[in-house]
């Protein structure tokens, strides 16, 4: 089956175990090597903070185009 991506993605079938055991088939780039609680934890703020990041630049990017927008109405308004 070809689904259009031309780099070949190895897979794991992992088994998680908790009060109720899941499973699920997982990617190579969904994982990241064990190097203890802490490293971990370090990892994890720091995906959260990227994601943090990306969502405040978008926001201030759309502020921006909504102030723009807003002071071309106001201009046109004044003149007229």
Known sequence: MFLGNTRAQ???FVV???????FAWVSDAAIIAYKGVEAFTKYAQESV????????????????????????????????
Not at 16 to 22: E, L, N
Not at 68 to 74: E, F, V
């Open 16 to 22: 998680f175990y908790g009060s109720t055991a899941d």
């Open 49 to 80: 903070d990227k994601v943090l990041i990306k969502l405040i630049n978008k926001n201030v990017c759309f502020i921006k185009s909504l102030i723009s927008l807003g002071t071309n109405k106001i201009t046109k308004r004044t003149i007229n």
């Open 10 to 12: 190895r897979m794991y």
